[in-house]
């Protein structure tokens, strides 16, 4: 069929848009030329070495890090007993709530920074590294609560009855029966919470304190001259980690679910 | 442990989340109402006051009218070309009988795991003076074609499309996947061309999908201001420039406030007559993947 085939050229073509700009960042990481952009003059680990001691830039991964493991705490915490509730209970304004969990989604990332720091001025605290950590939270949350609601769908509640009727109490159920099968929309929801603050710029440039970094903000502080070669090399570290350990994670669950049966 | 009643239940898991988004979004939405009627005295110090100067600003300046004019033209670019540009991509994706459709699933997702901020600046690799586009043209010996495209609003709203298409892919592909498919077929055999078998059948029921994806990137287009900084001129500004420049610059908080609440009726009323026709189901569809 030549419209399907015409179709599926479009689509490759638009994968190709998707993906060239990244691979060219990728590929620009290994340039040794001095310059950020083309022409491709020689391989070289340099960038990397320079990154490496670029105390600017370490400081602000490990500050993106930090805050991103603590923001999946805090969201997934959040996220998963407001699931729980939504997922196994029915109640009277059911859907009032969802909407109101997912509504952060659409009020604008800037308007969300002002109104939190407006909020924060006015009870006369400065910004802060707890500012940023709240802040994040409360963008990864409905996030978090839509990708865990799904998986917890498919969670089946007959588990949970055999173990109560063979005695066992409602804490020991929820730690030994529940929680163990709730992992993986933990994991999935941490996860995403990690990205997304991991990767957050709108909102923190109205929320870091002066002189704290995020990996984005110090990218975005050093693109004022140009596109430098450690830009590109940073890409590379940045996107190994916010694509590999998502695809690592999934390809170590499959590997463990399939051993396990 | 004395047993909680069944019906209160759900009531204390949900507390810790719907006081959390209490404190930090619905009330920090109402002091920036409060604040936008505050008067700016000098450099970040501002008095209580309850007047109309900094609205009356914003209703008068032309600076203002300009910035609105501009996010509202721009997000409806940005909104028109995406759903052109994804909606075949989502359609090849949920017809395809390709057996690894799993990898093409992954590849949809995997945008959304890559740094915006680098996907960004990754167009002047393309665009720049010493990018790829002016370096193949060189290559191939037309140097005197050499064309001076970064810093404008084009690359913008490249910029804007390229990270905001996997938003419009993913919502299309939910809504094609959910479409029965024997439709399509039956449709054929009661004389339909193809062509009349999509626009009467298909194109129909993927209209909510269509439009939770133009929603989004609507939404999220007409709130940025990183972008325009990173890949636009002096003169590609939207209206979260204003904000930026007046909290972040000028320590205006009392306009920035106001241009604040300003942003969040503009595309708040886009959210609200969407949800009046659509409801808000599909746009939690297609996170749920």
Redesign the interface.
């Known amino acids: 069929m030549r419209?399907w085939s015409l179709?599926?050229f479009?689509?490759v073509l638009?994968?190709a848009?998707?993906?060239?700009?990244?691979a060219?960042?990728l590929l620009?990481a290994f340039n040794s030329s001095q310059?950020?952009?083309?022409?491709i003059e020689g391989f070289s680990l340099r960038w990397f070495r320079e990154l490496a001691e670029n105390e600017a830039i370490i400081r602000a991964l490990r500050t993106s890090v930090i805050l991103g493991l603590l923001t999946a705490l805090i969201a997934t915490?959040?996220?998963i007993?407001?699931s729980?509730?939504?997922v196994?209970?029915r109640?009277p304004g059911k859907n009032w709530?969802?909407?109101?969990?997912?509504?952060?989604?659409?009020?604008?990332?800037?308007?969300?920074a002002?109104?939190?720091?407006?909020?924060l001025?006015?009870l006369h605290m400065p910004r802060s590294f707890a500012l940023l950590l709240?802040?994040h939270?409360?963008i990864a949350?409905p996030?978090v609560?839509?990708?865990v609601?799904?998986r917890l769908i498919g969670i089946r509640r007959d588990y949970e009855e055999a173990a109560m009727s063979l005695g066992a109490?409602?804490?020991q159920t929820f730690f030994q029966i529940t929680l163990p099968l709730l992992m993986p929309a933990v994991f999935a929801g941490a996860l995403f919470a990690f990205?997304i603050s991991?990767?957050n710029?709108?909102a923190t440039?109205?929320w870091r304190p002066s002189g704290m970094e995020t990996?984005?903000t110090q990218?975005?502080g050093m693109?004022r001259n140009?596109?430098s070669p450690e830009?590109n090399a940073l890409?590379f570290v940045?996107?190994c980690i916010?694509?590999g350990v998502?695809l690592l994670a999934g390809a170590l669950a499959r590997y463990f679910a399939r051993k396990k049966i | 442990?004395p047993?909680i009643p069944?019906?209160r239940?759900?009531?204390i898991?949900?507390t810790?989340?719907?006081l959390?988004?209490t404190a930090?979004?619905v009330?920090?939405?109402a002091?920036?109402l409060v604040?936008s009627f505050y008067e700016n005295i000098d450099l970040a110090v501002d008095v209580p006051a309850f007047q109309f100067g900094n609205w009356q600003d914003l209703l008068s300046d032309s600076y203002y009218h300009t910035a609105i004019w501009k996010t509202l033209r721009l997000s409806v670019i940005v909104t028109v070309l995406a759903a052109v540009?994804?909606y075949?991509?989502a359609?090849?994706?949920a017809m395809?009988k390709y057996r690894h459709k799993w990898l093409l699933l992954l590849?949809l997702i995997?945008?959304?795991?890559?740094?915006?901020?680098?996907?960004t600046?990754?167009?002047?690799?393309?665009f720049?003076?010493?990018?790829?586009l002016n370096?193949l043209l060189n290559l191939l010996g037309l140097g005197d074609l050499e064309v001076q495209l970064m810093y404008t609003e084009f690359t913008v709203i490249v910029g804007f499309i390229?990270v905001f298409?996997?938003y419009m892919?993913l919502n299309v592909y939910v809504s094609l996947e959910g479409i029965d498919p024997n439709l399509e077929p039956a449709a054929r055999t009661l004389g339909a061309t193809?062509w009349q078998a999509f626009r009467e059948v298909t194109l129909p029921l993927s209209l909510p999908g269509l439009a939770a994806g133009s929603l989004l990137v609507f939404?999220l287009t007409?709130?940025?201001?990183?972008t325009p900084?990173?890949l636009g001129g002096p003169s590609d500004f939207l209206f979260?420039n204003l904000?930026?420049d007046a909290?972040?610059t000028e320590l205006n908080?009392p306009m920035?406030?106001t241009l604040?609440?300003a942003?969040?009726l503009l595309?708040?009323s886009v959210?609200i007559l969407y949800s009046r026709f659509m409801g808000?189901d599909q746009?939690?569809k297609a996170?749920?993947?």
Do not use: C
Request: charge should be positive; glycine fraction near 8%.
């Open positions: 419209v179709l599926k479009y689509t638009v994968y848009f998707t993906f060239a700009p990244i060219v960042v620009l310059f950020g952009g083309f022409p915490t959040l996220g007993l407001a729980l509730a939504l196994r209970y109640f709530i969802t909407t109101f969990l997912i509504s952060p989604v659409l009020v604008p990332e800037t308007v969300l002002v109104g939190l720091l407006i909020f001025r006015w709240i802040g939270s409360i949350l996030f609560v839509l990708v609601q799904a109490n409602p804490m990205t991991f990767d710029i709108t440039i109205f990996v984005p990218i975005f693109l140009s596109v830009i890409g940045m996107i916010t694509v998502p | 442990m047993a069944a019906d239940r759900p009531w898991l949900l810790p989340a719907l959390f988004i930090l979004v009330i920090p939405m002091f920036i604040y540009l994804g075949i991509p359609y090849v994706i395809t590849l995997l945008p959304f795991w890559v740094s915006f901020i680098i996907r600046l990754s167009w002047i690799h393309i720049g003076n010493q990018g790829a370096g390229h298409l996997p892919i193809p939404v007409g709130g940025s201001y990183v900084l990173i979260g904000v930026y909290v972040v908080w920035g406030a604040s609440f942003l969040l595309l708040g959210v808000m746009l939690a996170f749920g993947r």
